[in-house]
């Protein structure tokens, strides 16, 4: 009985120390994935299906996984409430035209941001999201107004050579929504457009920002008019800055 008492003692105890091995084999992962660099996104579709939001998030959240990132992607705003999730991710990205927001799930968002986490996202997934939502808009820094002529051919004209999100590229034609926005001055705009006045002759000439990144608290916030439906990231200069932006955003570039 003696025997058998201390052969189910020392059965305890390595069943014990063999659960803290693999705990701590998982915590060494976990931390070994930290040490090595390795990064998350939370990519956050919805809105009007006109943007092909999910389509858009197929392009980049595949492309992030195979720089390394772990990704998830969630068709809710309600992920905004995870805070224990938010808190985790180096990067938000948003596709989400128009719609709404609760004040809970903006106030969510923007702390986050604000604490540093980065914030990145394209044409009316990010620059047209909530409407009424002015200190939303703040933080992005801009919110769409117009595109006079609907889907049409224009040229961006890249205006910052040395920022690495530009950085090689060329000027390049789209054949696309040119987005007239309301920008925030403090904005570096990296890439801009020009209105002709054909569709709207009171706006003949005006410079437009198109490409810019900012900061909001110690959060980094990048921005693309570009991607009006998933095909226009079909012009490798618009995918690129995309992918490079994502990038900068969360400190990886």
């Given at each position: 009985?003696?025997?058998?008492?201390?052969?189910?003692?020392?059965?305890?105890?390595?069943?014990?120390?063999?659960?803290?091995?693999?705990?701590?084999?998982?915590?060494?992962?976990?931390?070994?994935?930290?040490?090595?660099?390795?990064?998350?996104?939370?990519?956050?579709?919805?809105?009007?299906?006109g943007h092909?939001?999910?389509?858009?998030?197929?392009?980049?959240?595949?492309?992030?996984?195979?720089?390394?990132?772990?990704?998830?992607v969630s068709?809710?705003?309600?992920?905004?409430?995870?805070?224990?999730?938010?808190?985790?991710?180096?990067?938000?990205?948003?596709?989400?035209?128009?719609?709404?927001?609760?004040?809970?799930?903006?106030?969510?968002?923007?702390?986050?941001i604000q604490?540093?986490?980065?914030?990145?996202?394209?044409?009316?997934?990010?620059?047209?999201?909530?409407?009424?939502?002015?200190?939303?808009?703040?933080?992005?820094?801009?919110?769409?107004?117009?595109?006079?002529?609907?889907?049409?051919?224009?040229?961006?004209?890249?205006?910052?050579?040395?920022?690495?999100?530009?950085?090689?590229?060329?000027?390049?034609?789209?054949?696309?929504?040119?987005?007239?926005?309301?920008?925030?001055?403090?904005?570096?705009?990296?890439?801009?457009?020009?209105?002709?006045?054909?569709?709207?002759?009171?706006?003949?000439?005006?410079?437009?920002?198109?490409?810019?990144?900012?900061?909001?608290?110690?959060?980094?916030?990048?921005?693309?008019?570009?991607?009006?439906?998933?095909?226009?990231?079909?012009?490798?200069?618009?995918?690129?800055?995309?992918?490079?932006?994502?990038?900068?955003?969360?400190?990886?570039?």
């Open positions: 009985m003696e025997k058998n008492h201390y052969d189910r003692r020392d059965f305890m105890k390595h069943s014990v120390a063999a659960g803290m091995a693999a705990s701590l084999t998982a915590n060494g992962v976990l931390a070994a994935e930290r040490q090595q660099g390795k990064k998350s996104a939370l990519f956050v579709w919805g809105g009007w299906d092909e939001p999910k389509q858009c998030v197929d392009i980049f959240a595949p492309w992030l996984e195979s720089q390394g990132f772990q990704v998830e068709n809710t705003l309600d992920s905004y409430l995870d805070k224990d999730k938010m808190m985790s991710q180096d990067l938000i990205v948003q596709c989400v035209t128009m719609s709404t927001i609760t004040g809970e799930q903006e106030k969510a968002l923007l702390d986050t604490s540093g986490i980065g914030l990145t996202g394209w044409h009316g997934g990010l620059g047209d999201s909530f409407r009424q939502n002015t200190n939303y808009q703040f933080m992005v820094g801009g919110q769409w107004v117009a595109h006079p002529g609907g889907v049409i051919d224009y040229e961006v004209n890249i205006i910052d050579h040395k920022d690495p999100i530009t950085k090689g590229l060329a000027d390049f034609k789209m054949h696309s929504e040119q987005y007239y926005m309301h920008v925030d001055p403090a904005n570096e705009v990296l890439a801009s457009t020009t209105f002709s006045g054909e569709h709207a002759a009171w706006i003949d000439g005006v410079v437009m920002p198109v490409v810019w990144k900012k900061m909001y608290g110690k959060g980094r916030v990048f921005y693309s008019s570009l991607g009006h439906v998933a095909r226009d990231f079909d012009v490798p200069e618009a995918r690129e800055i995309m992918q490079r932006g994502m990038l900068w955003a969360c400190h990886s570039l």
